[in-house]
């Protein structure tokens, strides 16, 4: 409704003018009574404060008063009659000032019920906004446009040899930063020089990258470090990081992290501390995603999905059989690459849709990346990129990480950096420093980059010449082989048929006897194996007994509380009654065929002829962390998390340390050479090898190892791949299996490979 003035005729106002009008008087008041509330609130607590001093002083003068009362009393004479009216007057002007105090904070607490309120309400929005768990969810991904869509026209080849192992690779500040084993490497893609972080421990393994602004983080082991304007600083100190063991970061907001770890599950930080997260414990998180509020946690077992405070695994029928390597999420899709190809699910307007993107290659997958519509992948098999539901590749040469700019996409090996160039992009500043760029497939020996003397390093896809191999235990110097085609077909598990007794994955332990292997199940006993027969051991347990060792003579079967049985021929004998077995750890068999029990308490026991008695005792500093009891050479040696333990005289024992970081890391696998040696395989990934007194750094793998066997030479099993050192470095075989793997023996008259998992035998073929 609109007013006019009766003179003129012209509107004066409106009414949503006086509401508005109406509504900024309404707060000017509020804003005026609120200055005179706390002008009279300052006030009050002034003349509470003047009250509180006066109230003191004469509190000080009626006790000075009463002790010359109480002396004068003493002496036997009274109180003049002056000392009494200034105590009757100090009395009343006490009780005035007291009545006065106690009406003015009366009035000061009037509104503490609003003001209780008023704070509570406070902690209340700031708990929805700074500590709400969506707010834990990654940023949405910015799509570039793609850029992408047109024929690669050149690519750039550069030797590098910092890294036996990549696993992560960043465009940072105009340079191409890579992290691996060898520590942080950046390279300048104009002169194509290379150089290493040195600023970083020198046995750091990066394990991720991540881009912040204007800030680089650095994940890996032990910690996390910051790299912004070309200094390099630890992000936390030693005591605020409670897993040192890191495998990849999320940055989800200011100051605020997901950290994903080796085997403790996924940790939430600031830029002081970190917490555990409640439902991820014990699991080695590998990467991140975002569904719309939803986070995307992949683990090497699946994926969890929650909103932060409680996640749910998502049971996908797609992803059954395969071991998930990276997993990259945009706001309709998500891409998993696993080792046997990449998922990709869809969103649609009512589900999603899951389907494999290749029934063929890529398969075995190590990075992915998106650009607008395309996405990246590098592989055992080469780079791909698929687009518009077709898949191409781009190189054959292996890529174990991959980097993208705005200009070229650059894939990593540990042997060199291809940075594919596609049509269309020749204006970028950078692309146009760069010198004159080869044809695909050429190399470019010419550009300088910094070498530096490469660690054992890992090689991908090929099996060891069978030819170079003893079947005995000695061992001849390997040399390179041609790379080797497989016959194993990941469908097909297990390839030697099992009997009906043995039909569930039910394997613990392998060890080889001559020409057969001897076999221990968790529920199914102890069997033989030779020539894809299998009999059952007599005297086994059914349960209990599941652990074995040996030495030329026997082998041995035991468990904590089961007792220890010695197989000859066909069947086993109990050696040692369960009573005496209780808390067993390990058992050691000499070629004395006395045997050393190594019991959790740290006490070792022998048996011998069986008669058990004390032998040694470990300090109890070490209590929890034993592996396993050896003795090499001479030496009586207890490995544990730390390193090795080596018996002096007595009851002494001198701990030699594993090189490097060793927190948090956890001791794995150990097994012994032929040549007075002992291997250690512990979480990380890293190698060790104990001779002649010194414990020596032999290698790393990029997974995480579970059992090492020596036979022909060492094989390390991870949690989905097998390698072999050879020449003082690990390569990477064609295997990979979602069961795990006990063991890998050579057959050198049938050119094979026969790899024990816990589903059964699975064999191998080489052909050269």
């Known amino acids: 409704m609109v007013e006019f003035c009766r003179a003129c005729g012209e509107s004066l106002h409106t009414k949503p003018a006086t509401a508005q009008t109406g509504l900024l008087v309404k707060w000017t008041h509020h804003a005026i009574d609120a200055m005179f509330w706390l002008v009279d609130e300052t006030v009050r607590w002034w003349e509470i404060g003047k009250l509180s001093i006066q109230l003191k002083t004469l509190r000080r003068q009626r006790a000075s008063l009463l002790d010359q009362f109480a002396n004068e009393d003493n002496f036997g004479s009274e109180a003049s009659v002056e000392q009494k009216q200034a105590l009757v007057g100090i009395t009343e002007e006490l009780a005035r000032l007291s009545s006065r105090e106690e009406f003015v904070r009366s009035r000061c607490w009037a509104i503490a019920p609003e003001l209780m309120f008023v704070g509570i309400f406070m902690i209340f929005l700031y708990g929805i906004l700074a500590m709400n768990?969506?707010?834990?969810?990654?940023?949405?991904?910015?799509?570039?446009?793609?850029?992408?869509?047109?024929?690669v026209s050149r690519v750039r080849?550069?030797?590098?040899?910092?890294?036996?192992?990549?696993?992560?690779?960043?465009?940072?500040?105009?340079?191409?930063?890579?992290?691996?084993?060898?520590?942080?490497?950046?390279?300048?893609?104009?002169?194509?020089?290379?150089?290493?972080?040195?600023?970083?421990?020198?046995?750091?393994?990066?394990?991720?990258?991540?881009?912040?602004?204007?800030?680089?983080?650095?994940?890996?082991?032990?910690?996390i470090y910051t790299l912004e304007n070309t200094v390099i600083k630890p992000l936390y100190r030693e005591a605020q990081l409670p897993v040192k063991l890191v495998n990849t970061l999320a940055v989800t907001g200011y100051d605020r992290l997901l950290i994903g770890t080796v085997g403790s599950g996924l940790l939430r930080g600031n830029a002081d501390s970190a917490v555990m997260v409640l439902g991820t414990q014990k699991r080695t998180i590998r990467d991140f995603g975002r569904q719309g509020n939803e986070l995307w946690i992949m683990h090497e077992d699946g994926i969890l999905t929650g909103r932060g405070d409680s996640f749910e695994p998502l049971n996908l029928q797609v992803l059954a059989g395969r071991h998930l390597r990276r997993m990259i999420t945009t706001d309709r899709n998500v891409f998993i690459?696993?080792?046997?190809?990449?998922?990709?699910?869809?969103?649609?307007?009512?589900?999603?849709?899951?389907?494999?993107?290749s029934a063929g290659r890529p398969g075995y997958v190590n990075d992915l990346i998106v650009s607008g519509d395309h996405l990246f992948i590098g592989s055992d098999e080469g780079v791909y990129r698929f687009s518009k539901g077709r898949m191409e590749r781009l190189s054959s040469i292996p890529c174990q990480a991959l980097a993208l700019t705005s200009s070229f996409l650059a894939a990593v090996n540990p042997d060199s950096i291809m940075m594919f160039y596609f049509s269309g992009i020749s204006s970028d500043p950078s692309a146009r420093n760069l010198a004159a760029v080869p044809e695909i497939g050429t190399f470019t020996p010419t550009v300088p980059v910094v070498s530096m003397v490469p660690m054992p390093g890992l090689q991908v896809g090929r099996l060891p010449d069978f030819s170079q191999l003893e079947q005995a235990s000695d061992t001849l110097a390997l040399t390179e082989s041609a790379a080797a085609t497989t016959s194993f077909s990941p469908g097909e598990r297990p390839h030697v048929p099992l009997p009906a007794e043995l039909q569930r994955p039910v394997f613990s332990g392998i060890a080889r006897s001559d020409r057969r292997f001897i076999l221990t199940t968790r529920n199914r006993g102890a069997w033989f194996y030779e020539n894809e027969e299998w009999q059952p051991i007599d005297g086994v347990p059914q349960t209990g007994a599941h652990l074995m060792?040996?030495?030329?003579?026997?082998?041995?079967?035991?468990?904590?509380?089961?007792?220890?049985?010695?197989?000859?021929?066909?069947?086993?004998?109990?050696?040692?009654?369960?009573?005496?077995?209780?808390?067993?750890?390990?058992?050691?068999?000499?070629?004395?065929?006395?045997?050393?029990?190594l019991f959790r308490d740290g006490t070792i026991k022998q048996s011998r002829d069986g008669e058990i008695?004390?032998?040694?005792?470990?300090?109890?500093?070490?209590?929890?962390?034993?592996?396993?009891?050896?003795?090499?050479?001479?030496?009586?040696?207890?490995?544990?998390?730390?390193?090795?333990?080596?018996?002096?005289?007595?009851?002494?024992?001198?701990?030699?340390?594993?090189?490097?970081?060793?927190?948090?890391?956890?001791?794995?696998?150990?097994?012994?050479?032929?040549?007075?040696?002992?291997y250690i395989a512990i979480n990380d990934g890293r190698i060790f090898e104990f001779k002649s007194e010194k414990l020596d750094f032999t290698g790393v793998v990029d997974d995480q190892p579970v059992a090492l066997n020596f036979a022909g030479c060492l094989w390390v099993a991870g949690r989905d791949s097998l390698y072999f050192l050879e020449n003082k470095s690990f390569v990477a075989t064609p295997f990979h299996t979602k069961d795990l793997i006990l063991g890998a023996f050579p057959q050198i008259d049938k050119n094979s490979l026969l790899v024990f998992t816990d589903a059964g035998v699975n064999r191998v073929t080489g052909r050269q």
């Open 337 to 357: 690459g696993t080792d046997q190809g990449v998922v990709a699910g869809y969103r649609n307007s009512r589900n999603w849709v899951w389907t494999l993107l």
């Open 157 to 223: 080849d550069l030797p590098f040899a910092f890294h036996s192992v990549v696993t992560c690779a960043e465009w940072f500040d105009n340079k191409l930063y890579i992290g691996g084993d060898g520590g942080l490497t950046i390279v300048d893609p104009v002169t194509g020089q290379a150089s290493s972080a040195a600023e970083l421990p020198d046995d750091f393994f990066v394990r991720d990258l991540v881009i912040n602004e204007n800030s680089l983080f650095i994940a890996g082991f032990p910690g």
């Open 613 to 678: 008695k004390d032998f040694l005792k470990i300090p109890g500093d070490f209590r929890g962390e034993f592996h396993s009891l050896w003795k090499v050479g001479n030496r009586y040696l207890v490995v544990v998390d730390k390193g090795i333990m080596v018996h002096d005289t007595e009851n002494q024992w001198n701990l030699v340390f594993f090189k490097g970081r060793i927190d948090n890391v956890k001791v794995v696998a150990a097994e012994p050479g032929t040549d007075n040696n002992l």
């Open 133 to 151: 768990p969506t707010r834990s969810l990654l940023p949405r991904m910015n799509i570039e446009p793609g850029i992408f869509s047109g024929q």
């Open 549 to 597: 060792t040996q030495n030329a003579s026997y082998s041995y079967v035991y468990g904590d509380s089961a007792g220890v049985y010695r197989i000859s021929d066909d069947r086993a004998e109990v050696v040692i009654d369960e009573d005496s077995t209780r808390d067993l750890l390990d058992v050691f068999a000499c070629e004395d065929n006395s045997l050393l029990l």
